[in-house]
C-alpha cells in the first residue's frame, strides 16, 4: 500500500513567532485528535525556521523538509543552502521543481535534475512537482508537457534512485487561485503519470510510486480528490497556514487510506 502524504508548502509565510504557534498547533491537534496511521504528515516552512520546526517535532510523528535546495555542493554561492546543511539538520524533504521557483528563479529542467541528485546524494527524500500552465491545458497540450517535465529530469535518474522520491502534480492555474482541479482531472493526470514510470520504470514501481496533488487543495475539497485511486496525499500551499485546516486535510488523507 502506497504512504499517503499530505506536504504543507509554507512558502514566504509567517514571521519566527507565527511559525512556531502554526507549528505547535499543529502537533497540538494531531495529538488530541490522532493522526491517521497511513499518512505522513510533512511541514515545508522558510529555511530560517528549520531548526525550531525540528525542535518542537522532534517528539511527534511529523517531518519536516525544505522548500528548496542548492543544486551545489558547497562554496562560493552566496546566499544558497546545500543539501549537506538540510541534512546535518535531520531534514528529510526537500521540495524540488515548485512552478514558483520555475518561473520566479529561472530553474530549468537541467538545474532541477542537478538538485534532485545533490538531494539524493545526502538521503533527503525529493518531492518533485511538475504542472501545466493554463495555455498548455487549453491547447490540450497538458499531457505533454507533464511528460516532457519528468523525461527531462527524474526520468533520467537510475531505477533505485527514482524509488526514493515523491511526485507533486501542480498544475499551474490551480496554484494559489482558488480554482482546484477536478477530481477526474487529477486522476486522468495522476494515472497518465502512473503509466509513464510503469512504462520507464516498471508495474512495480509506478505501483509504489507516491503521486501528490497540488493546487488550491483545501479542507473542503480534499476528501473528494484524495478519494481517486492515484491521488496518494496533497501538497499544499495556502490552507496549510491555519492548524485547523491542515490537520483536516491530514485526516481526509487518512479517510481516503
Ligand atoms: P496552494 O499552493 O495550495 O496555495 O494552491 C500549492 C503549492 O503551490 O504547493
Known sequence: MRTKIVAGNWKMNKTFEEAEDLITDIIELLDEQ???????????????????????????????????????????????????????????FCII?????????????????????MAHKENLVPIFCCGEVLQDREVSRHFEVVKQQLENTVFKLSAEDFNTLIIAYEPVWAIGTGITATP??????????????ARKFGA????????????????????ELFAMPDVDGGLIGGASLTAEEFVQIVHAAGAGA
Open 34 to 92: 490522532g493522526k491517521p496511521e497511513h499518512v505522513d504528515a510533512i511541514l515545508c516552512p522558510p529555511y530560517v525556521f528549520l531548526e525550531m520546526a525540528g525542535d518542537i517535532t522532534a517528539d511527534y510523528p511529523v517531518f519536516i523538509g525544505a522548500q528548496n535546495v542548492s543544486q551545489y555542493e558547497s562554496g562560493a554561492y552566496t546566499g544558497e543552502i546545500s543539501a549537506a546543511m538540510l541534512r546535518s539538520m535531520h531534514i528529510d
Open 97 to 117: 521543481g515548485h512552478s514558483e521557483r520555475r518561473k520566479y528563479f529561472h530553474e530549468s529542467d537541467e538545474m532541477l535534475l542537478d538538485k534532485v541528485k
Open 184 to 197: 477526474e482531472q487529477a486522476q486522468e493526470m495522476h494515472f497518465f503519470i502512473r503509466d509513464l514510470i
Open 204 to 223: 512495480e514501481a509506478a505501483a509504489e510510486k507516491t503521486i501528490l496533488y497540488g493546487g488550491s487543495c483545501n479542507g473542503k475539497n480534499a476528501t
